[in-house]
């Protein structure tokens, strides 16, 4: 489910409603923008353009000012100049939070990395946001402290910062064909890095909960949560995953990847702005143009927009077709995510949190990836 910003703006709305009309049209020409706004809305878990406006009504000015005290032990440990102002860009998400950090010197973009997975100092993938820079691909500058870490320990968090850059709002699935052959373009650029990676992320090689799906269900019912019977409905779907999970064929070495390519990381500037490079690991290649299929393609109500997936196919360039195995690497992924979200669910305490998860929950369950959408998808390669 996408998130609202701490502080979110109508015209930011807007404009995502606009982007995504365009991709709504490669596929039903006839759509509006009131088709879009609606869909939209449903992304970021309402039912209409009037709840989300609601919502960015009520949420207007809720953005936390980080204390003076943090903010100096930041702008002095990685150098940054005198600070004027710091405060949160979004609620916390499965790995921390995003802030921004204005100094006489500029703007930052710093981050909380507490629970990212695999745990890493950030080095090597700071040097692989690097050479994809020098390579062309537009993407926030990341920027170590004055003692040469990407990652410090300030505050009881660990942290890292970029050079904030200023775009549009993210993008929202799915995307025109405009823009998924740019994607392409991009991913062929980050994968011709052949930038070395020891294995496969084990996010994407296995299921990390001990706990199956019909063992989440029973303490969701047992607490009265009220997104317990979307749980159960949503089995079937969770199986399928697990089906395509076990997919085995043979792949391509890995390489280190972006490994969350998706419309969320994605802004519009002068060039596409690529964010979200925290979790960068290693894939096989074709594993990540799969996921990328199924993240920008893929609209959530299961649609596939064959145009941007084509297009996206063609920006690439040359590959092996693909096959519903290299979708494995989707598809443990999403089981990992939505179980860690479930998680989280049936800890949530007070109202706030416990209607944030709710809304969650029940968006993740009712917009999971079909089979048959991915087997649309490979038919495309």
């Not at 910062?161 to 373009?185: C, H, K, N």
Request: charged share 25%; proline share 6%.
């Amino acid at each position: 489910m996408k998130t609202l910003p701490d502080n979110p703006h109508l015209d930011h709305l807007r404009r995502q409603a606009k982007d995504l009309l365009a991709g709504l049209r490669d596929t039903r020409p006839e759509a509006t923008l009131a088709d879009a706004q609606t869909a939209l809305a449903r992304q970021y878990g309402f039912r209409t353009w009037a709840d989300l406006k609601a919502e960015v009504d009520r949420g207007r000015g809720g953005a936390v000012e980080a204390g003076q005290a943090l903010a100096e032990q930041l702008a002095d440990r990685y150098g940054l100049g005198a600070v004027v102002a710091m405060r949160s860009l979004a609620r916390p998400d499965e790995m921390g939070r995003r802030w921004l950090l204005e100094t006489g010197q500029g703007r930052w973009a710093v981050r909380t990395v507490d629970d990212v997975y695999p745990v890493t100092d950030g080095e090597e993938n700071t040097r692989f946001q690097e050479a994809a820079l020098r390579a062309g691909v537009t993407l926030p500058r990341p920027v170590r402290s004055l003692d040469g870490r990407v990652v410090e320990e300030i505050g009881g968090h660990r942290w890292r910062v970029y050079e904030s850059v200023r775009s549009g709002p993210p993008l929202a699935a799915p995307v025109s064909a405009t823009i998924t052959r740019e994607v392409g373009a991009l991913l062929a650029i980050v994968h011709g890095l052949r930038f070395p990676a020891a294995e496969i992320c084990p996010w994407n090689d296995r299921r990390l909960s001990t706990r199956g799906w019909a063992e989440l269900a029973g303490p969701a019912t047992a607490k009265g949560a009220a997104w317990a019977p979307v749980l159960t409905a949503a089995l079937p779907a969770l199986a399928e995953l697990e089906s395509i999970g076990d997919c085995h064929a043979a792949t391509t070495e890995p390489v280190l990847c972006h490994n969350n390519f998706n419309p969320g990381n994605v802004r519009v500037s002068k060039t596409l702005v690529v964010s979200g490079w925290e979790h960068a690991a290693g894939l096989p290649p074709e594993w990540e143009l799969a996921a990328a299929l199924a993240n920008w393609a893929v609209d959530p109500n299961g649609g596939v927009n064959e145009a941007g997936a084509r297009a996206l196919l063609e920006g690439y360039g040359s590959t092996r077709p693909l096959t519903l195995a290299d979708f494995r690497g989707t598809a443990i992924g999403l089981q990992n995510y939505v179980a860690g979200q479930v998680e989280l669910a049936l800890e949530a305490t007070g109202d706030e949190d416990a209607r944030f998860a709710d809304r969650n929950v029940r968006h993740l369950l009712t917009h999971l990836p079909s089979r048959a959408a991915l087997e649309e998808l490979v038919s495309y390669s």
